[in-house]
């Protein structure tokens, strides 16, 4: 490899490495601890050895990031209420121009696949991440995973499979989530439950995370009428007062940030298909919303 210190090749790879590790794990804390434990292993590698230092880089990430995975599902079984993926602001900019590109890697981490990605094992999260969000091809993810490229192709079909069947269909249209956000947010806080209910699709459902933590559903709300009544009921004592709200880019698409003294208290984003909101995702776990400004 070239002459360039380990520093400068290091960091010149740490955002795909974050993209990796935070796919796998769902966790922005975790991944930068698995980023943080590549630095090292590369830092004390013979480096005079490597020819690719992406593809090395990335391989110690996904190992490094499907053992902590292994641990985490372990802690995951007993997760108070429902679990949601740690809110992570996404800001693309520049460095994707293409809209095609755009949509796919706002998809990768969008809550509804982060989500079904639960469900499925350590390789076969890593074989998908690897291939839908990276599009590596099929002999590096087997020398990744220390797999045979026969294997990782029937992994990556199973797991494929999986998310295409189980995760939910949204518009990818950024104006039409822009505004529908924001007429969402305006009725939520106004307590206008007939506006609300004009946003919501019939069969809508909250998902809400604590974790335990903090004031929230501990099972998924189903129908328009009762998330409705829910969220004007919350701002109807007082949840609302008090709170700032800002418009940002929330794992690819528009989502709401509640600040509460200049700290976040909550994040929300919308699932939206064919004009309705479908699903309204909720993360008040003060765990997962110590990365957010």
Do not use: C
């Amino acid at each position: 490899m070239a002459t360039d210190t380990a520093i400068d090749v290091f960091e010149e790879h740490r955002p795909v490495l974050m993209g990796v590790a935070y796919r796998m794990l769902g966790r922005v804390a975790d991944a930068e601890d698995v980023v943080q434990d590549a630095w090292l292993r590369w830092s004390q590698a013979d480096r005079t050895e490597v020819r690719e230092p992406r593809a090395y880089l990335v391989r110690i990430t996904t190992r490094l990031a499907v053992d902590r995975l292994r641990q985490a599902q372990s802690r995951r079984e007993s997760y108070v209420g429902p679990w949601l993926p740690e809110p992570l602001v996404t800001d693309f900019g520049p460095t994707v121009p293409d809209t095609a590109e755009r949509a796919v890697l706002a998809d990768s981490v969008s809550f509804a696949v982060l989500v079904v990605l639960e469900s499925l094992s350590p390789l076969e999260r890593a074989v998908f991440v690897l291939r839908e969000a990276f599009g590596l091809p099929f002999a590096e993810i087997a020398a990744t995973l220390e797999r045979g490229e026969a294997a990782v192709r029937q992994l990556a079909a199973r797991a494929r499979k999986h998310v295409e069947e189980r995760r939910p269909r949204f518009d990818v249209d950024p104006a039409q989530q822009r505004d529908l956000t924001q007429r969402f947010l305006a009725a939520a806080t106004e307590g206008d439950l007939d506006g609300l209910m004009s946003l919501l699709a019939p069969d809508v459902r909250l998902v809400g995370d604590s974790g335990g933590k903090s004031k929230a559903p501990l099972r998924v709300i189903e129908t328009a009428d009762k998330v409705g009544r829910f969220l004007t009921g919350a701002a109807g004592q007082g949840n609302a007062e008090g709170f700032e709200f800002r418009t940002v880019e929330i794992n690819g698409g528009p989502g709401l940030l509640a600040l509460s003294e200049g700290k976040v208290d909550a994040a929300f984003q919308l699932g939206i298909s064919d004009g309705k909101v479908q699903y309204v995702y909720i993360v008040r776990n003060p765990d997962k919303l110590q990365s957010l400004l």
